[in-house]
Each structure stands twice: as C-alpha cells, then as structure tokens.
C-alpha cells in the first residue's frame, strides 16, 4: 500500500525546463525527508536533493546546485523537482525516495525504505 509515483520526464532540449513530482501515499509523507535520486546508464546512482519535512532543510548535489530547486506540498503528499537550464548529462531516470529514518536533510541518508518506480528525463538537441 505504500506507493510513490515519479511523473513529469520527457524529452527536452538543452537549456530547457521540466518539473517532476513525486506523489506519495499509504505512509505519512509529513514524517519523512524525500530525496531525489538519479540514474543514468553506466553510471552509480547519484542522490540530488533532498527536501526535510521538519526544519526546512534542503540538500542539493554539486551537479545540479543552482538549476533544480525542490520543494514539497504537504496537502497534495507531493514532492517537486524543479529543473531548469537542462543539460545533456541531465539525461537520466529520476527516482524519488522517502527516508524513514531521518526527517531533515543532511550529508548522509538514513533508510530509505520507499522508492518509486522512476521518470525517464532526456535532454538532447
């Protein structure tokens, strides 16, 4: 019964702009610290941001510093990634992932025991 679902990914072209979400249901969402998490081909997954559901604190990956902004809606269960200035090394599937261990954001992940099935984001020309 516990379910995140990823939505938002598609297609753009560099420098452009997408906003993904992340709706959650059968836990409580204001317990909890949502990360975003990325995986491209090849590569490790790679955490991106976080967002805290108690003293606000936020998390952002060097990559992506400056351009993502991520926010949540405690009334729509919802988390948000914000995406802008998109670039080509962007393209990958994004997760979202509760933390039920922590609910600030900080270096470490406690236990991220939710995940999402994931939303395919592609930046090319």
């Known amino acids: 019964q516990v379910q995140l679902v990823e939505s938002g990914g598609g297609l753009v072209q560099p420098g452009g702009t997408l906003r993904l979400s992340c709706a959650a249901s059968g836990f409580t969402f204001d317990y909890y610290a949502i990360n975003w998490f990325r995986q491209a081909p090849g590569k490790e997954r790679e955490r991106i941001s976080c967002?805290?559901?108690?003293?606000?604190?936020?998390y952002y990956a060097d990559s992506v510093k400056g351009r993502f902004t991520i926010s949540r809606d405690a009334a729509k269960t919802t988390a948000f990634l914000q995406m802008n200035s998109l670039k080509s090394e962007d393209t990958a599937v994004y997760y979202c992932?509760?933390?039920?261990?922590?609910?600030?954001?900080?270096?470490?992940?406690?236990?991220?025991?939710?995940w999402g099935q994931g939303t395919q984001v592609a930046v090319s020309s």
């Open positions: 992932a509760a933390d039920i261990e922590k609910s600030s954001c900080t270096v470490r992940t406690g236990t991220l025991a939710y």
């Open positions: 967002i805290s559901s108690s003293d606000g604190s936020t």
